[in-house]
């Protein structure tokens, strides 16, 4: 199957390869085309039920039983959704970015609800029941726990912390200990030690990847859910990896390289997130990002 969509004006070359011909939706398991939506210049031609909406990305039913389709949009939000803009060309890379992760993830052993990158925007993707849990991995002191602290910003940590939050956006996300979470049910004492090895397994190979490209991973955020797996429940990384759920700041200049620059007014936010690319390889090295929307050829 031939990779043919072109972007003929997001970045400064005159054509590069992306994703797949004709835009259909394949099934997880055989090479068979399914009906589903098209994208048109970023628009969803939706023909098929939504299932949810979060600010970043929205779940559709899938095509088989126990799978979903996950839209990136390009939607920015910051400040539990106070600050808000459109960044064209975000939900591009976010896809593409969150699939190397996740793919790079699953080859050294660590399960996740990833399957198969479906076209530019879109992925196949496990469905599972999310553990209500927002788990923050932390090697240097940064955001609000540098505020919270009185810590200097990019202070070592002694070792990498985890910390979790309650996800409730009318809430603000609060930080949550460990006895909350077991005495309210949200997790088990067992589910808490798995989702702690979890999250240390994904920060060691992070941090390496990252290393090895002149990137600090400073902290990231990541959810779990839970599959059955003969009746017996199971968890796995879920949700995203991308620039949006982590803090990447640049080896040597101390670039942020993340949604920071959103946050902060810092620059261009895709700019970052297609250094990022470029980096991991993603993205030819020669890439050079402009603030325009892709054109999609099907």
Known sequence: MSLVIFWTSLFDMPLLVLARKGGLHYDAHNSAPISGPRENEGVVMARRKKIYEGKAKILYEGPEHGTLVQYFKDDATAFNAEKKAVIEGKGVLNNRLSEFFMTGLTQIGIPTHFIKRLNMREQLIRQVEIVPLEIIVRNLAAGSMAKRLGLEEGTALPRPIVEFSYKDDALGDPLVPEEYIIAFGWATQQDMDDIVSLALRVNDWMSGVMFGVG????????????????????????????????????????????????????????????????????????????????????
């Open 215 to 298: 990137i600090k991973l400073v902290d990231f955020k990541i959810e779990v859910g839970r599959v059955w797996d003969n009746e017996f429940p199971r968890l796995i990384l879920a949700d995203e990896i991308s620039p949006d759920s982590c803090r990447l700041w640049d080896i040597e200049s101390g670039q942020k390289l993340d949604k920071d620059v959103f946050r902060r007014d810092l620059g261009n936010l895709t700019d970052a997130y297609t250094e990022v690319a470029k980096r991991l390889g993603v993205l030819p090295s020669n890439v050079t990002h402009r603030p325009s929307k892709p054109t999609l050829i099907n």
